[in-house]
């Protein structure tokens, strides 16, 4: 491969200019085996959040971060493959009861998820927050697995997409994970490593996501259903809200526990009308369903024998977690004190806004403020109140579980701010806000 100069080429985007495919794939395969220090790669990543990337550069981004290590080959496999992916939210463990509820119905998932990346929750995290449970699988354990459960979850190891792993890891510590082209490369490059079959991606739109508003989440949508044509995969993207966070439950284990409850046919109302809007549209593209009713009746049929539930326990036992957990979540761990934050007044919830939830995650030590930081499983924020409930002052808005007095306060400093209370309630706002396909 040429060598090229990464001030002239990190200059020539700063200032707008184009990369062509064999430079784009240079910077590419340069990070990923050290050759460019996290220095050059930060400055080259800031000059695509200001200046975006180009159709081919998009193209040739995403080619050479697939290609950055081994891709799947599951064309052996009997099932359909199909999987599904979130853009991030805050509270967003759709991932973990969906995979397994899906699989359970016949539909081989596949799954390669991320980490917490700025704000948000990463379903790597949240997974990793049962004890022994490993994301790490090599590609010949996760072909095996996937014949036999029809689902793993598991993040991009050494061989899988390097790339994304490395880069992910450096935009999250860089202030340079807002940008369509990134986002659009990441996701696309894990999945089309995958060999799926097809792809529902879960678009989320509103303050606790990377897209603010449901234009530039059907920009993201329409590039990435772009790019999954250009390689034959079928790829149908919804977008959700993320105004406030989905669910009750924002933390590693907490997830964990609020996803055991959907597979359990409980949840709150949102988290679980999202994990079956996505599930439907899965057995839909496997063939499993011929039409959203019946795909309803089957996903209701494995909730209610526990079919699901079934399938998460042998995913858990299969990548060397301790299975009991779902049959108790206090085997997860759990933080030493509590806190409760109470409502100063009475009224309706106008706003529980999710990204200063996930902030205040972060600093509460859920999530990482830099790159090598480790995070605390066991630390979360239950919410009590969301949009449109009523609240009593002095009752809690929310349950703050901590392990470290700074980081509480730190968290503390800014929860307060995520509610707004009315007089009134304020009229509703859709969850689900559109789809492209
Ligand atoms: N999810 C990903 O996998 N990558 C991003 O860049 C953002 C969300």
Known sequence: MTDYSMPELIARKRDGGELNADEVAWIVTGYTTGKIPDYQMSAFLMAVVCRGMSEPELAAWTEAMLHSGEVLELSAMTKAKVDKHSTGGVGDKVSIPLAPLVASCGVAVPMMSGRGLGHTGGTLDKLESIPGFRTDISPERFVAQLEEVGVVLAGQSETLVPADRAIYALRDATATVPSIPLIVSSIMSKKLAEDLDALVLDVKVGSGAFMKTKEDAETLARMMVA??????????????????????????????????????????????????????????????????????????????????????????????????????PALLPSPEHLHELLAPRSGFVAECDALTVGRAAVRLGAGRARKDDAIDPAVGITIHAKRGEPVTAGRPLATVGWNDREQLDACLELLAGAWEIADEPRPERPLVLGEVR
């Not at 959700?240 to 949840?267: F, H, K």
């Not at 009746?297 to 909730?303: H, P, Y």
């Open 227 to 328: 790019i999954g044509a250009r390689h034959g995969t079928t790829v149908v993207a919804h977008l959700t809200d993320m105004s406030q966070p989905l669910g009750r439950e924002v933390g590693n284990a907490n997830e964990i526990r609020e996803s055991l409850e959907v597979l359990r046919g409980e949840g709150p109302e949102d988290l679980v009308a999202v994990v079956l809007l996505l599930a439907e549209e899965m057995l839909m593209l496997g063939g499993v369903a011929p039409t959203r009713d019946a795909a309803r009746n089957r996903l209701e049929v494995a909730l209610s024998a526990g079919e699901g539930l079934e399938t998460f326990r042998r995913v858990i036992a299969e990548q060397g977690g301790n299975p009991d957990v779902v049959d108790d």
